[in-house]
């Protein structure tokens, strides 16, 4: 009982850690290290745990972002998203439900992965769905280096904190695009006017009407492979020095 009223605490100081979060200022990765962190306080038994968020495009089931609480969770997520495509994270997203192994070396779900994370020492696993309502934004995935450390009670609290896990790391995404976009559009808005300075250069010295001038810078970017707004800058600045040099001589 009492190692049972243990476990809850650390599940609810788990759960009141997540809804900290988006209250102070950390970037998506730097929030999704503190909720790899946490996940291994809710959960009993885990020695690390790591958080892998997809991108929120649905046709891309690619993921957008990984952080993990220990160097050897990194290394096993290396493994089991860019190595192998195999293992506890994958098969939890792509079936929405939890999955663990109590010996991952002879596990036959990974016949891949299973083997070689055991040979690194680590043999339970522990992985769950990051769910919203119609659609699944993420995985858990929590590790112990001994055998049969999860059982289904760490299962049922692993599942009551992924459950607002998945809303906190889905809103820092939804934030921290939103931020991405706004820099891109301050970006275009703080070019749009050597570009338009560019097109009028370009329709003063040919004739040509803008949609042709845009055209042709746009042709230039792909050529030098260069930005719109480089290509725009450079015509304006070769514009102004020919100026110059007129006015020189």
């Not at 939890?98 to 690194?120: D, H, I, N, T, Y």
């Not at 301050?186 to 070019?191: E, K």
């Not at 560019?198 to 329709?203: E, N, P």
Request: aromatic fraction near 4%.
């Amino acid at each position: 009982m009492r190692e049972a009223a243990e476990h809850d605490a650390d599940l609810r100081a788990g759960i009141e850690d997540l809804s900290g979060l988006l209250a102070g200022s950390l970037g998506l990765p730097e929030l999704l290290a503190q909720v790899a962190a946490f996940t291994c306080r809710a959960i009993p038994g885990a020695d690390g745990a790591a958080v892998t968020l997809l991108r929120t495009d649905p046709e891309a089931s690619t993921v957008a972002e990984l952080a993990a609480s220990a160097p050897f969770v990194a290394a096993i997520d290396e493994i089991q998203y860019v190595t192998l495509g195999e293992g506890p994270g994958i098969t939890a997203v792509r079936d929405r439900r939890a999955v663990r192994s109590g010996s991952l070396g002879g596990e036959k779900m990974w016949p891949r992965f299973g083997p070689r994370v055991g040979r690194m020492g680590v043999h339970s696993a522990l992985a769950l769905p990051l769910l919203l309502p119609g659609r699944v934004v993420g995985a858990i995935s929590v590790y112990a280096h001994g055998k049969d450390v999860f059982d289904a009670h760490a299962e049922e609290l692993g599942e009551l904190f992924a459950k607002p896990a998945a809303a906190a790391v889905h809103n820092a995404q939804v934030l921290a695009e939103a931020l991405t976009l706004n820099a891109q559009l301050r970006r275009a808005l703080s070019s749009r006017p050597v570009i338009d300075q560019a097109i009028g250069i370009i329709r003063g010295r040919t004739g040509r009407s803008a949609d042709d001038a845009f055209a042709q810078l746009q042709a230039m970017s792909q050529s030098e492979h260069r930005k719109l707004a480089e290509v725009a800058a450079l015509v304006v600045d070769e514009a102004v020095r020919r100026a110059h040099a007129r006015k020189s001589s």
